[in-house]
Nanobody
Framework: QVQLVESGGGLVQAGGSLRLPCAASGIIFSVYTMGWYRQAPGKQRELVATISSSGSTNYADSVKGRFTISRDNAKNTVYLQMNSLKPEDTAVYYC????????WGKGTLVTVSS
């Protein structure tokens, strides 16, 4: 059974930082492209960042220079380091895994207060 379990969400003031881990099980983690998406209230889910099996990264323009995605294949975990957080970063953040099939986590809520 495939599981993606996000954690690390919470309430933070604008300008603060959070680190979101996503622990994967039931997949051969190292071959998967891993990603983070987010969905704000009343908006569609959007891409935040992805990291390929080779370590290539891709970011949404809105988070470039502030967020960093990384992976630890030994721990089957992908991370999203979020710095200089803004109120508009408030959303549920979802972990995503894609190879032949794709899988989603249940999400973790990040709230940034002004």
């Amino acid at each position: 059974q495939v599981q993606l379990v996000e954690s690390g969400g919470g309430l933070v003031q604008a300008g603060g930082s959070l680190r979101l881990p996503c622990a994967a099980s039931g997949i051969i983690f190292s071959v998967y492209t891993m990603g983070w998406y987010r969905q704000a209230p009343g908006k569609q889910r959007e891409l935040v960042a992805t990291i390929s099996s080779s370590g290539s990264t891709n970011y949404a323009d809105s988070v470039k220079g502030r967020f960093t995605i990384s992976r630890d294949n030994a721990k089957n975990t992908v991370y999203l380091q979020m710095n200089s957080l803004k109120p508009e970063d408030t959303a549920v953040y979802y972990c995503h895994a894609r190879f032949v099939r794709e899988y989603w986590g249940k999400g973790t809520l990040v709230t940034v207060s002004s």
